[in-house]
Structures are given as structure tokens and as C-alpha cells.
């Protein structure tokens, strides 16, 4: 016999399917994990950028903590990936700002040097912790590559400035920290551009791809970590995204696989012989050659990030009740990490700071939507007064103590999916699933 929570899953499955336009985006609309990064040199530490902010583990995942989007003030803008400095320092590009926080999340900034621009993308050197490359793509202005050489504080123009480009992504060779890929639109022609000098010196790379139709948005998202010259492009036509492969430094370009699926990321294994792709539905894995064959798990909003020899997947935990998991057989099983109703309260941050300025009042609300602890601080933890006697044993200060949610508090959404949700809040009265290894 199945499980109660394994029966109330597979008929959230089953309900979410029949909400409105949500047929073959069976989670949208809910509260979703969309990325996730580690802390270069402090593996235990882990960001994953969401879509109600970011959720930080500063112990392997044990326990998380939330940073809300209005104390990161990214408005409608949200970062596709986050770069965590071995210093502390978070670095993202939302598309229109960059975000910097120099202390570990608790504070947030737009940079005023890109203020009159849009930052499209951004690139940390695979050695040096105080390099990035940042490149930008606003209409009608001019644009290109800048470098940082100070962990993002300054930015330099790169010889890459002009009108008539808008650039998209820049990805660095892990092998060979000078070669740098940029992609986008030059003059209306979609392009790679690689520079072997660190940015001096472009070749440009213009690709028409007559083979389909009403090809837009080339994007490079990936160079190969033993190999240079291979460099991996995602183009889409006609609502599919189409995987290419260069061989050649970005020169040609030779179709991998076609995906009937909004892409989100993708990495290569160590040797470069893996490729693994996650879309807004489902999981990808095969030969960097092609094909590659989805996968069961996860299903839902897949991301991926290889750390050595693990990976590291996003999920939903509407669908297989987590959010993130690690595998350590490059993809066929996974190991439960993180729920979003496993969510403790607010990031601990000094006071002062947006996080705890903001933060905490706005918690209670989503724990509800979440099924999380139900903190009526926001699980912020704060000394007891001087004359307060010390707490009943075995019992925690009130001001720690979590609230049981009022209802399952499963649902996020308004307008037409409402009525489901709510039904699924009766079938999942706390979301709350055990810890343990997916096959």
C-alpha cells in the first residue's frame, strides 16, 4: 500500500494539471526554488534564488532561512544565478541591475555604475575570486564587456563597447580563465563573440541558422571544463529551444538535441563527457555529444549545479516534496536536501539591515502558503530581557517558539487556481513529507 503522503502527492500531481493554462507547467504560479550556487571554498554553504526572493543554509542544507525580494530590491527583475564570493560577498545580475551584498545577504544594493544600463549577464573568473565579467544589452545605447578586478566594487569597459550590440550572457573557460564567450545581437544578427586575450581582442562569430525558423535569443551557457574551443549555445524557434555545440571556439555550431521546453540551465560533468539540462518541467541527461533522454526525477523546475562530482538539482517540492537534492551518480538517484516548508524563519541578520528591517513581518504570510513554522516574529531569534527567569525546561523562549499554521497553507496562487489549492491545503494539511533518498 502507498503511503498517505506518497497518495496526497501523486493527487497534487493530478490536480495541479487541471488548473487553468497550467497543463504542461504543472507548477506555476507557486512558490518555486530557481537556481542555486555555493559559497566558493565553504561548500556547506548554499543560496538558492526562488520566486518569493532566496532561501541561505550555512550548514550543508540543514536548516534554511528566508531573505524576502523587497530587502534585496530586485522588483520585477529577478537573477537568473547568484555568484557567492569566497569573502562573503553576492554578486547577481537580474537583467536590468546588479545586485551586490557585501555581507552574506543581509544587505542589498543596485550598483550605481550600471544605473543608465541593463546588466545581462555575469561571469566569475574560475580562479581568482576578486574577477568578474559583467556584459550589458539595452537597446539603443552602447554595449559590451566589463571587468572587475576588485570582487565587483569597480568596473572598467572592455575594448567590446558599442552601439548596435546587446549582449545577453558571458560565460569564462573553466581551463582557460582568458578565453571569454559573449553572445546576442549584433545589428540585428545573432552572434558568439570569443576573445583568447581576457577581453582585449573579439573575434565575432555570426550565426543565421537557415535550418530554422525564426531562430532569436542565442545565448552561450556553457564551455566545456577540459576543452577551450567547446562552447554550448541554446537558441529557441517556434516554441522549442534548440541545444548547439561548438567544437570550434564558437565558429560553427552543431545541434545537440531540441527540447519542447523553456530552458533553465545546464552543466558538464568533470570530464566534459556528461551533459545534464534542466527545463521548467523536466530533467535532461546524456552524452555532451547528444542525445540526451529524460530523466524521472526531478520533475518541476529543474536547475542544475555540479560541485566535483556532485550534483545539485532544483525541483518542486509541489511535486516530489523537495526543492533541492544532491546525486552523487551523476543524476539517476537523488538525496532529499530542502522543502520549501522546511523553511526556519528569516535570515538572521544584525539589526539595521534590510533583511531584518523587512524580513520578518512579511514572514508569517508565506509560511502560511508554505507550510512552514509559523514564527510570529519571523523566527528571528532575539535574547530575553534582563529580568526575564530563564524558560521552562525543554521549552523555547516564546519568541522562538514556531506557531502551528492555521491550515495546510499548501496553496500560493490567486485568482482561478485558488479554489484547487485550497483543496490541496485540505489533502496536505502540512506539506510535510519524510527525509529520504529519491530513485
Known amino acids: 500500500m502507498k503511503s498517505r503522503i506518497t497518495v496526497a502527492w501523486s493527487t497534487v500531481a493530478s490536480l495541479l494539471a487541471l488548473l487553468p493554462g497550467m497543463a504542461s507547467h504543472a507548477h506555476a504560479g507557486l512558490p518555486e526554488t530557481s537556481n542555486i550556487t555555493l559559497r566558493r571554498g565553504h561548500p556547506q554553504d548554499f543560496f538558492s534564488g526562488t520566486t518569493f526572493g532566496a532561501v541561505i543554509s550555512r550548514d550543508s542544507g540543514k536548516t534554511w532561512r528566508w531573505v524576502c525580494p523587497d530587502a534585496m530590491g530586485y522588483g520585477g527583475w529577478r537573477p537568473e544565478a547568484y555568484l557567492w564570493r569566497e569573502s562573503g560577498d553576492i554578486l547577481a545580475a537580474t537583467g536590468s541591475a546588479l545586485l551586490h551584498s557585501p555581507d552574506e545577504g543581509c544587505s542589498w544594493r543596485t550598483h550605481p555604475f550600471f544605473k543608465s544600463t541593463w546588466v545581462t549577464g555575469l561571469a566569475a573568473h574560475p580562479t581568482d575570486d576578486r574577477v568578474f565579467h559583467a556584459v550589458t544589452g539595452r537597446p539603443g545605447i552602447a554595449n559590451g564587456l566589463y571587468r572587475s578586478d576588485d570582487g565587483g566594487e569597480t568596473w572598467t569597459a572592455s575594448p567590446l563597447l558599442r552601439t548596435g550590440l546587446e549582449l545577453n550572457a558571458v560565460r569564462v573557460s573553466p581551463v582557460a580563465p582568458r578565453r571569454i564567450y559573449v553572445s546576442g545581437v549584433s545589428n540585428n544578427q545573432m552572434v558568439v563573440l570569443r576573445s583568447d586575450d581576457a577581453g582585449d581582442t573579439w573575434q565575432e562569430f555570426p550565426h543565421t541558422l537557415p535550418e530554422l525558423l525564426r531562430p532569436y535569443a542565442l545565448t552561450v551557457v556553457a564551455v566545456d571544463p577540459v576543452a577551450a574551443d567547446v562552447v ?37 560533468s568533470s570530464d566534459g ?8 518541467n523536466s530533467f535532461f541527461m546524456g552524452s555532451s555529444t547528444g542525445p540526451l533522454e529524460k530523466q524521472p526525477l526531478p520533475t518541476g523546475n529543474a536547475c542544475v549545479l555540479r560541485d566535483g562530482e556532485t550534483l545539485y538539482g532544483c525541483g518542486s517540492t509541489w511535486l516530489h516534496d523537495w526543492a533541492l537534492a544532491r546525486s552523487t551518480d551523476q543524476g539517476r538517484t537523488w538525496e532529499h536536501i530542502f522543502a520549501l516548508y522546511e523553511i526556519q524563519g528569516t535570515q538572521l541578520c544584525p539589526r539595521g539591515t534590510p533583511v531584518r528591517d523587512l524580513c520578518p513581518a512579511r514572514w508569517p504570510q508565506l509560511a502560511e502558503q508554505l507550510g512552514a513554522p509559523l514564527y510570529p516574529d519571523g523566527g528571528v531569534e532575539e535574547p530575553p530581557p534582563p529580568d526575564a527567569g530563564p524558560p521552562d525546561a525543554g521549552q523555547q523562549p516564546p519568541e522562538q517558539r514556531p506557531i502551528e499554521p492555521k491550515s495546510g497553507g499548501c496553496a500560493a496562487a490567486t485568482g482561478p487556481t485558488l479554489p484547487l489549492l485550497l483543496l490541496l491545503s485540505s489533502l496536505l494539511p502540512k506539506c510535510r513529507g519524510p527525509r529520504r533518498p529519491h530513485r
Open 273 to 280: 563527457g556528461t551533459a545534464w539540462v534542466g527545463t521548467l
Open 232 to 268: 554550448w549555445v541554446r537558441v529557441s524557434a517556434q516554441g522549442y529551444t534548440h541545444l548547439l555545440r561548438s567544437d570550434d571556439g564558437g565558429r560553427t555550431l552543431t545541434q545537440v538535441t531540441v527540447l519542447d521546453d523553456t530552458f533553465i540551465n545546464m552543466d558538464l
